[in-house]
């Protein structure tokens, strides 16, 4: 909670000014009730009208304020709220950002939407319906107990105690009864999402699979929780909404017991009588959302926990303190990547064996370099140390630069990737390539479709290159979409580019013909095949096999002399 507040620093004074706000519209109420009380006692007596005006006047004065001072105060709480939500978001992407994929691998899809989602978002009521709530029911509660005080010093002091027992005693009840089912809420909301967006995401297997009765017990078994957890956090909210309604009455009780007698005995005017009985009717209002916020206060300090956990994750990546600058390619525009005795680990490896160990081999401009081995033998491990999103001990140079001491961003600018699993976007053909580079003309957006053997098929699709790809690129085959991101990598333009499993689902001829058109259109680029065919591997320079159990590796030299 104290790293929230921290991030409401910049807001301050508007929370301060909503809280101001939020006490002169709940100030206002209580003058109204107050101010018409006294009003229609006096009036009772028929005064000369004169005598009324400045109640008249205050009356109007007070319903006109209420609406005015609430209004102005959601509008600068809500503003607070939501630039402390935008500079939240931007921490938290930023973070993300830093630590890189690898380090979002623990987390389920649907659990990491509803932490960035549901939980930021709940975030923002800290502020909203905990803070500005407390400091304005503060502000006129004391009024509120002074003005009773004045009047009657007895009622006065009937209204503090029932409006500490509403603003402490009924908030600690709430969190007692209610701790375990508001903390509970968020976690369980997270797992719903993740078992909700698995089920969907994998529809087609469940099926297959005949596992939908079991996957649908789930949700709902899951969902059972979830309701249960909801009913009891409203349990809580209605005891507390009935305790403040009983101390509320006790007030006014207490105040006639105090007032009646007063009047009797001279002490209070019978005009102030109605004042006196009426006012903690309206005070209370200053002390009502209190419970409520109780409960607010625990689910956001359950959200903020999940957050936290999120962006204090350890970090796949470390950057140098001081960044070296990025080295320029050679004379002749080439790059050269050595890796010498290269192992990695994954931050979430259960066990102390490294996914890669003992790799060395070296990538050259104009060459292809294959690397073979079987699953888990840490062949894509090798792309993300390369890319920057993953630690690494032994050498990576790029051009004779270390690259943990350079600037991960500025490496990825010379080294990218295409993976088996890239993500295709739900839009249009086009937009999916642009994503590459915003500045790329359509000669050479066709181009790129082209190499990657793709381009045929979108000239004869009626829309062309706004043909719409579907989600996760569904309206396309598994070998168009596999394309679709070669492409993409291709019109990046890297200097050093890592092909994993270019040609998977693809026909062996089609793969065999998109293999010759990469390599050609790569010969002014160091190029890394990652693949565990052995046909795409003969089309290399030189292959790398690597095992799986000690992690060494074996260079094998094809011929420089082969043409593509």
């Given at each position: 909670?104290?790293?929230?507040?921290?991030?409401?620093?910049?807001?301050?004074?508007?929370?301060?000014?909503?809280s101001?706000?939020?006490?002169?519209?709940?100030?206002?109420?209580?003058?109204?009730?107050?101010?018409?009380?006294?009003?229609?006692?006096?009036?009772?007596?028929?005064?000369?009208?004169?005598?009324?005006?400045?109640?008249?006047?205050?009356?109007?004065?007070?319903?006109?304020?209420?609406?005015?001072?609430r209004?102005?105060?959601?509008?600068?709480?809500?503003?607070?709220?939501?630039?402390?939500?935008?500079?939240?978001?931007?921490?938290?992407?930023?973070?993300?950002?830093?630590?890189?994929?690898?380090?979002?691998?623990?987390?389920?899809?649907?659990?990491?939407?509803?932490?960035?989602?549901?939980?930021?978002?709940?975030?923002?009521?800290l502020?909203?319906?905990?803070?500005?709530?407390?400091?304005?029911?503060l502000?006129?509660?004391?009024?509120?107990?002074?003005?009773?005080?004045?009047?009657?010093?007895?009622?006065?002091?009937?209204?503090?105690?029932?409006?500490?027992?509403?603003?402490?005693?009924v908030?600690?009840?709430?969190?007692?009864a209610?701790?375990?089912?508001?903390?509970?809420?968020?976690?369980?909301?997270g797992?719903?999402?993740?078992?909700?967006?698995?089920?969907?995401?994998?529809?087609?297997?469940?099926?297959?699979?005949?596992?939908?009765?079991?996957?649908?017990?789930n949700v709902?078994?899951?969902?059972?929780?979830?309701?249960?957890?909801?009913?009891?956090s409203?349990?809580?909210?209605?005891?507390?909404?009935?305790?403040?309604?009983?101390a509320?009455?006790?007030?006014?009780?207490?105040?006639?017991?105090?007032?009646?007698?007063?009047?009797?005995?001279?002490?209070?005017?019978?005009?102030?009588?109605?004042?006196?009985?009426?006012?903690?009717l309206?005070?209370?209002?200053?002390?009502?959302?209190?419970p409520?916020?109780?409960?607010?206060?625990?689910?956001?300090?359950?959200?903020?926990?999940?957050?936290?956990?999120?962006?204090?994750?350890?970090?796949?990546?470390?950057?140098?303190?001081?960044p070296?600058?990025?080295?320029?390619?050679?004379?002749?525009?080439?790059?050269?990547?050595?890796?010498?005795?290269?192992?990695a680990?994954?931050?979430?490896?259960?066990?102390?064996q490294?996914?890669?160990?003992?790799?060395?081999?070296?990538?050259?401009?104009?060459?292809?370099?294959?690397?073979?081995?079987p699953?888990?033998?840490?062949?894509?491990?090798?792309?993300?140390?390369?890319?920057?999103?993953?630690d690494?001990?032994?050498?990576v140079?790029l051009?004779?630069?270390?690259?943990?001491?350079?600037d991960?961003d500025?490496?990825?600018?010379?080294?990218?990737?295409?993976?088996?699993?890239?993500?295709v976007?739900?839009?249009?053909?086009?937009?999916?390539?642009?994503?590459?580079?915003?500045?790329?003309?359509?000669?050479?957006v066709?181009?790129?479709?082209?190499?990657?053997?793709?381009?045929?098929?979108?000239?004869?699709?009626?829309?062309?290159?706004?043909t719409?790809?579907?989600?996760?690129g569904?309206?396309?085959?598994?070998?168009q979409?596999?394309?679709?991101a070669?492409?993409?990598?291709?019109?990046?333009?890297?200097?050093?580019?890592?092909?994993?499993?270019?040609?998977e689902?693809?026909?062996?001829?089609?793969a065999?013909?998109?293999?010759?058109d990469?390599?050609?259109?790569?010969?002014?680029?160091?190029?890394?095949?990652?693949?565990?065919?052995?046909?795409?591997?003969?089309?290399?320079?030189?292959?790398v096999?690597?095992?799986?159990?000690?992690?060494?590796?074996?260079?094998?030299?094809?011929?420089?002399?082969?043409?593509?």
């Amino acid at each position: 909670m104290a790293r929230l507040m921290t991030l409401s620093r910049p807001v301050t004074w508007r929370l301060l000014l909503a809280s101001l706000l939020g006490a002169l519209a709940i100030g206002s109420s209580v003058g109204l009730l107050a101010t018409s009380a006294w009003l229609i006692s006096r009036a009772s007596e028929q005064p000369p009208i004169l005598y009324l005006q400045i109640a008249i006047v205050s009356v109007r004065a007070f319903g006109l304020g209420r609406a005015v001072f609430r209004y102005a105060e959601r509008l600068v709480s809500h503003d607070a709220a939501f630039r402390t939500l935008t500079d939240m978001r931007v921490a938290i992407y930023t973070r993300l950002a830093a630590n890189g994929p690898v380090a979002l691998r623990p987390y389920r899809r649907g659990d990491l939407l509803s932490r960035l989602v549901s939980d930021v978002d709940a975030v923002q009521d800290l502020s909203l319906r905990v803070l500005v709530p407390a400091l304005s029911g503060l502000l006129v509660g004391a009024a509120s107990v002074a003005l009773a005080a004045w009047l009657l010093p007895g009622a006065g002091a009937v209204l503090a105690v029932a409006l500490l027992v509403g603003g402490l005693v009924v908030p600690w009840i709430t969190i007692w009864a209610g701790a375990r089912a508001a903390t509970r809420l968020a976690p369980v909301q997270g797992r719903m999402s993740a078992e909700v967006v698995d089920m969907f995401a994998g529809a087609a297997d469940i099926v297959a699979s005949g596992a939908t009765s079991r996957m649908v017990a789930n949700v709902r078994a899951t969902d059972a929780e979830l309701t249960a957890v909801q009913s009891r956090s409203s349990v809580a909210a209605g005891l507390a909404a009935a305790l403040g309604a009983a101390a509320q009455g006790a007030a006014v009780i207490g105040a006639i017991l105090f007032a009646v007698p007063a009047v009797r005995s001279g002490e209070l005017s019978g005009v102030n009588l109605a004042v006196v009985l009426l006012l903690p009717l309206a005070a209370y209002e200053s002390v009502v959302n209190l419970p409520t916020a109780a409960l607010t206060y625990l689910r956001v300090r359950s959200s903020a926990q999940r957050v936290f956990e999120l962006t204090d994750a350890a970090p796949a990546v470390h950057e140098a303190a001081r960044p070296a600058p990025l080295p320029a390619a050679s004379a002749d525009g080439s790059r050269t990547v050595k890796i010498a005795d290269l192992s990695a680990r994954y931050p979430d490896a259960d066990d102390e064996q490294d996914a890669l160990s003992g790799l060395s081999m070296t990538l050259r401009t104009g060459e292809t370099v294959a690397l073979v081995g079987p699953s888990g033998s840490g062949k894509s491990t090798v792309d993300a140390v390369l890319e920057r999103f993953l630690d690494y001990s032994g050498s990576v140079q790029l051009d004779g630069a270390e690259l943990r001491d350079l600037d991960s961003d500025q490496v990825r600018t010379v080294i990218g990737s295409c993976t088996q699993d890239a993500h295709v976007f739900d839009t249009s053909i086009e937009e999916n390539l642009r994503l590459a580079r915003r500045s790329a003309t359509e000669a050479q957006v066709w181009r790129a479709l082209d190499q990657a053997r793709l381009g045929d098929w979108v000239r004869s699709q009626p829309m062309g290159l706004q043909t719409p790809v579907g989600a996760h690129g569904d309206a396309l085959s598994g070998g168009q979409r596999q394309r679709l991101a070669l492409a993409r990598a291709l019109l990046a333009d890297f200097e050093v580019l890592v092909l994993d499993e270019p040609t998977e689902h693809l026909d062996p001829v089609t793969a065999a013909e998109l293999l010759a058109d990469v390599r050609a259109a790569t010969a002014h680029t160091a190029t890394l095949l990652i693949t565990h065919h052995p046909d795409d591997a003969e089309q290399a320079d030189q292959i790398v096999a690597i095992s799986p159990t000690r992690g060494d590796a074996a260079a094998t030299d094809t011929g420089q002399e082969r043409t593509p």
